[in-house]
């Protein structure tokens, strides 16, 4: 009975130790903090090039949750450190995600231009669920790709997306033309991914039609 008493311990804390490995991140690692504390909410962040070796590395690491919570203070203002990026006179992008800024985390910024007065709204874990089949053609840039801008022609019409909001209710929502472009530029953003990409898979593509 002893035996069976210590067996059933045991494994409960195999089962403890092994579960724990699987909870999701839900805040920042102390360099992040470090990163997000050196100034204040409406101080813009530095944006991370590929031209810099880390910088590129970090470009290129697939970001992780953050759990959405409205009382979190550094949550905040990082959400503002972010806005105050993208506005920036050195950058006015349309879009910004946090690994731009060296935080890997599902935070993404996006400009509106399929609503009214096109406003900026913030979208935390943002995921494409569907793309159409239909494609759309758009030139590109990029806060972290310097000096440089391409056409691209593969990105989807419309997108189907689920997300976080900051006050933490989960929504899904269909998006269609340049806006959903910015969606689908951040959200690679989150997954390591560049529009240098897309060109690349466009030029191999091409040069495989033309040897059919």
């Not at 920042?28 to 050196?38: G, M, R, T």
């Not at 992780?64 to 990026?85: A, E, W």
């Not at 913030?122 to 159409?132: A, F």
Request: glycine residues 4%.
């Amino acid at each position: 009975m002893k035996n069976q008493s210590l067996l059933i311990i045991v494994t409960l804390l195999i089962l403890g130790c092994s579960s724990t490995k699987n909870i999701k991140p839900i805040g920042f690692s102390s360099e992040e903090i470090d990163l997000i504390s050196n100034a204040d909410s409406l101080t813009p962040m530095r944006v991370y090039k590929i031209t810099n070796k880390e910088d590129s590395l970090l470009l290129r690491t697939k970001s992780s949750y953050i759990k959405p919570d409205p009382n979190n203070k550094m949550l905040q203002n990082f959400v503002k450190r972010l806005y105050s990026t993208v506005r920036d006179s050195m950058s006015m992008g349309v879009g910004i995600a946090a690994p731009q800024v060296g935080i890997l985390k599902n935070i993404i910024w996006v400009q509106r231009f399929d609503k009214e007065n096109f406003p900026f709204e913030v979208y935390l874990n943002p995921r494409i669920i569907k793309y159409s089949d239909k494609k759309q053609t758009f030139r590109e840039g990029c806060l972290s790709i310097p000096n440089r801008s391409d056409t691209l022609k593969n990105r989807a019409f419309s997108i189907k997306i689920e997300y976080d909001t900051f006050e933490g209710e989960h929504k899904t929502e269909t998006i269609e033309g340049f806006t959903s472009v910015i969606f689908q530029h951040e959200i690679d953003h989150l997954n390591g991914i560049l529009y240098l990409d897309h060109l690349k898979k466009e030029v191999i593509d091409a040069k495989t039609k033309e040897e059919e």
